[in-house]
């Protein structure tokens, strides 16, 4: 049981703090990579107002074809990893959602903006810094938007969070707790594998604990420290982690203990102190429902598909010209590229790393 269940249910009050998905024009979206996560947010722009799954870019003719019958995709806007390039003379796609394993994501990015398209790219951006920043400019340079798949940026109970904290709430901010993680199989072999996934577990889950100690602390961190641990190392081979602790600091002094693993089941936690009170959340970044408490008692700010509102929102961001509360942008994505980087030099280095954000 967390803290926070003991608490008497309360209503937040206002409900959400997301602009309203108003009518409009609609972003079509070719979706490269038709894997777990592709198949989700396909399923989920079904819903959509503004989003819609236009096209579809895979290596596996079999796959396409199943798409374009389940997704109603025409023949003329599917595409393979050869010649995806092509996607420039489409006036049918506006954009396209890179949904690969981690270290397909620069290059592809890279081509996408050649052919003049938006990109939407998962998370992690890419396998570092350097390569995350490329593409920033990449996208910069011909005018299009880059945005990354950062879906709990759009989550009601999130930004209700934010809203408190913003509205000192909580008081000072003091202290962050990130839990992030789940007990991988070796099934997973894009994830268990460097030259797919560019690291390990903090490549897939500690991404959540890094992002949501910057949004919900709400300021950049200054430096970090982390420690690694390795209990298979038949499993979990060189440059793939199993499981890193690691810490950060903030400008105002608040820090940030967190653990990133692929060792452990139903580690899904955020938790956030202030001199006033408290937020909790468990699940705090799952598909699910989440749930969150606050020295107030419990959110109740209802729950929409994590994905659907995530496309919509996003459409309006690239067609409208919105600002999310919090940015989703390349920007976004190089930052925590930078600390993914800091905290496999602490690693390996033993040393604080200083950030420069
Ligand atoms: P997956 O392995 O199920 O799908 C990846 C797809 O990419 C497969 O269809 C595969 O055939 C294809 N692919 C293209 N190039 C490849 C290559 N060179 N090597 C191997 N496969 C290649 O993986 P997934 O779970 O869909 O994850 C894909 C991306 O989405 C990852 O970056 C992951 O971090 C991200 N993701 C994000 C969320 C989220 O909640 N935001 C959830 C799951 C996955």
Excluded at 157 to 183: H, P, V, W
Excluded at 318 to 337: A, F, N, R, S
Aim: aromatic letters at 8%; proline letters at 4%.
């Amino acid at each position: 049981m967390t803290s926070g269940q003991n608490f008497e249910q309360k209503s937040a009050g206002e409900s959400g703090r997301l602009p309203p998905v108003i009518d409009g024009p609609v972003l079509n979206i070719a979706i490269m990579g038709l894997g777990n996560y592709g198949h989700m947010i396909a399923d989920a722009m079904k819903y959509c107002k503004r989003a819609k799954i236009a096209g579809a870019i895979s290596g596996s003719p079999s796959k396409i074809k199943e798409w374009q019958s389940k997704y109603s995709i025409p023949e003329k806007n599917c595409y393979t990893y050869e010649n995806f390039d092509e996607v420039k003379n489409n006036p049918d796609i506006d954009a396209v959602y890179i949904i690969t394993p981690n270290s397909q994501h620069h290059g592809q990015c890279l081509r996408v903006a050649a052919a003049g398209k938006h990109v939407i790219c998962e998370k992690p951006m890419a396998i570092n810094a350097t390569e995350g920043q490329e593409m920033v400019d990449a996208c910069k340079k011909v005018g299009v938007k880059l945005l990354i798949g950062y879906r709990m940026h759009f989550e009601a109970n999130t930004l209700e969070i934010i809203r408190m904290r913003n509205a000192s709430e909580f008081g000072a901010i003091k202290f962050f707790q990130g839990l992030c993680g789940f007990k991988i199989d070796e099934s997973a072999k894009n994830r268990l594998n460097y030259e797919t996934a560019g690291g390990g577990a903090m490549m897939d889950m500690g991404i959540y604990a890094i992002n949501g100690s910057r949004y919900m602390v709400g300021e950049e961190p200054v430096w970090v420290t982390a420690q690694e641990m390795k209990t298979d190392p038949e499993m979990f081979k060189e440059r793939v982690d199993e499981s890193i602790t690691f810490q950060m600091g903030f400008p105002s002094g608040a820090v940030a203990s967190c653990l990133s693993t692929y060792a452990a089941n139903f580690l899904d936690k955020f938790f956030l102190l202030g001199e006033k009170g408290f937020a909790e959340m468990q699940p705090a970044t799952g598909y699910y429902p989440i749930q969150a408490w606050t020295h107030n008692g419990k959110l109740e700010m209802g729950h929409d598909s994590h994905q659907t509102t995530q496309m919509d929102q996003m459409a309006m961001i690239i067609l409208d010209g919105i600002k999310p509360t919090i940015p989703v942008d390349g920007e976004e994505g190089v930052k925590d590229m930078k600390i993914i980087d800091g905290i496999y030099k602490a690693v390996k280095t033993g040393q604080k790393v200083m950030l420069n954000l």
